[in-house]
């Protein structure tokens, strides 16, 4: 049921099972600033997290950056072609190296250096050279130069994240010891993997901020109760009744049957249908099932009340047809039109009348959400 | 954006065709730095409803100067961010002249993200 905070209401933790009872998330969840600081580490510091596309860094040395929480990161393709994940901190003293650097117009160099005192690191992380300064004692009465420890390159080397991959999808995890990828993302995985997504490149990255804590988009994103009233342009071309969303460990896909008059080449897949997927904490894999060419959404929090939506577009041909313009627009359409609606209820949120929502019976994927993020906190 | 007033500043990514009205003039600058971040984009101030009328110097030190009387302890970064939009510079542009002049010492920051000119 709906508990109010009229001073009576207790909320409960989120129904272990969305048949018999159907606790939403306590909404402060969803307000409180420090539950944004927990989640940095509960949920972001904990999960496999989206940080880019490996087509975007095809040779030795292209990298991008990234920030997760509070954590700056470079993404790299080394030497031998492999993809790897660093801190962007030096091993001297501490200092950032890498200018930010997005993946849209990412940066190659032969070698990581830093701009303080000019370390610098081979494409693997290692210590590959110091300046002259630390090799002698010129400046220090009480040593001599013969007495000065050499610095030891592998003792020396960058503090690497872990990365993994889905196809061209790179992952980072920063917690010690996760979770593998491949358990994280079950079935996802394979399924994604049996599509040629590395033949598509990026051509268009929209980036947009939204006034709304990050799990309320979210949870929209999850589920279509909202689309016959909200997304009506978009829903005459499907069949919202023969549309299905599907619940696993970590991840639910939202399957739109389309009608029947799309044309067959005209997607990466090969059923007559879109599927989104989202994949716990904030990714999202968009295949449409009206455009060759599939896209994602990262959705970033800034602070508890707003997020970033980054929405990513990959086809064929990295230059846009006419068609695929219009493709983006109408994306852009639904995107504008959602963000009205989680933005509204963000303002209900906030207000502080309600303490715990109700999920309705087709909204079992918001309660999977739900319960992720409470599996999270509780952790 | 659902507000029910209209807010002082609306800033724009011209290439991704977004906008946001941010509650300050330094949000403006926060804005650009996650746009940034992200896409490599610039972005312009689309309005900026400053309640005075801006200086007309055209060097940045003068222009600081001249605002300095209307703040305590600096001048928000993002308030010269929309004194100069009038003059056609987008954000990025003036972050960077801000970075220029601030090196050869002629500004500093008394505050984080506010600017006083020597
Ligand atoms: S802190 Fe990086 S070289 Fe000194
Ligand atoms: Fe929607």
């Not at chain 1, 690497?160 to 010891?177: A, K, L, Q």
């Not at chain 1, 997607?267 to 968009?286: C, G, L, M, Q, S």
């Not at chain 1, 209820?345 to 909204?363: C, T, V, W």
Request: hydrophobic fraction near 35%; charge should be negative.
């Amino acid at each position: 049921m709906t508990r109010w905070n009229n001073g009576r209401d207790e909320v409960e933790p989120v129904s272990p099972d969305i048949t018999d009872e159907t606790n939403a998330l306590p909404a402060r969840y969803f307000t409180d600033p420090d539950v944004h600081e927990m989640e940095k580490e509960n949920v972001f510091g904990r999960y496999w997290v989206y940080a880019g596309h490996a087509n975007c860094i095809p040779e030795p040395g292209d990298h991008f950056t990234r920030s997760i929480g509070d954590r700056e990161i470079i993404i790299v393709r080394t030497q031998d072609g492999d993809i790897e994940a660093f801190y962007n901190v030096c091993a001297h003293r501490g200092s950032a190296m890498v200018e930010e650097t997005p993946m849209t117009d990412p940066g190659n160099a032969s070698r990581i250096q830093c701009p303080y005192h000019l370390w610098t690191y081979d494409l693997e992380g290692e210590l590959a050279s110091t300046p002259k300064s630390f090799e002698d004692a010129r400046l220090n009465p009480d040593l001599e130069d013969e007495d000065v420890s050499p610095v030891d390159p592998e003792e020396n080397s960058l503090m690497s994240v872990h990365t993994d991959r889905i196809g061209p999808f790179v992952f980072v995890n920063f917690d010690e010891e996760p979770m593998s990828l491949a358990e994280q993302a079950g079935t996802m995985k394979t399924e994604l993997e049996s599509l040629p997504l590395e033949e598509y490149h990026l051509s268009r990255r929209i980036v947009s901020e939204v006034a709304c804590n990050w799990k309320v988009f979210a949870g929209n994103y999850s589920e279509c109760d909202h689309c016959q009233t909200n997304h009506q342009d978009w829903v005459k071309d499907l069949e919202l009744l023969d549309s299905e969303l599907e619940v696993n460990d970590y991840h639910w896909i939202l399957h739109y049957k389309h009608r029947e008059d799309v044309e067959d080449e005209m997607r990466i897949h090969d059923e007559h249908e879109a599927k989104f997927y989202y994949f716990w904490p904030n990714f999202t894999v968009n295949m449409y099932g009206t455009a060759d060419g599939y896209g994602t959404y990262i959705i970033d929090p800034i602070d508890e009340g707003r997020f970033q939506l980054v929405a990513d577009y990959y086809f064929r041909d990295p230059d846009l047809t006419e068609e695929e313009e219009t493709f983006i627009r109408t994306s852009r359409q639904l995107q504008e039109e959602d963000i009205e609606l989680v933005e509204r209820q963000q303002r209900g949120l906030n207000s502080g009348a309600i303490a715990q929502a109700r999920l309705g019976p087709n909204e079992h994927t918001v309660h999977r959400l739900h319960r992720l993020a409470q599996e999270a906190y509780e952790a | 954006m659902t507000h029910h007033q209209q807010s002082a500043f609306t800033v724009a990514c011209q290439e991704c065709s977004v906008d946001m009205e941010p509650d300050s003039a330094n949000e403006v600058v926060d804005f650009y730095r996650r746009h940034r971040r992200q896409t490599g984009h610039d972005v312009v101030l689309t309005r900026a409803d400053l309640e005075f009328e801006p200086p007309t110097a055209d060097d940045l030190v003068t222009v600081i100067a001249d605002l300095e009387n209307r703040y305590e302890n600096g001048v928000p970064i993002g308030i010269v961010a929309a004194t100069m939009s009038e003059r056609g510079f987008s954000v990025g542009e003036t972050l960077d002249e801000i970075y220029e002049v601030r090196m050869t010492g002629a500004l500093y920051e008394p505050r984080d993200d506010h600017l006083a000119a020597f």
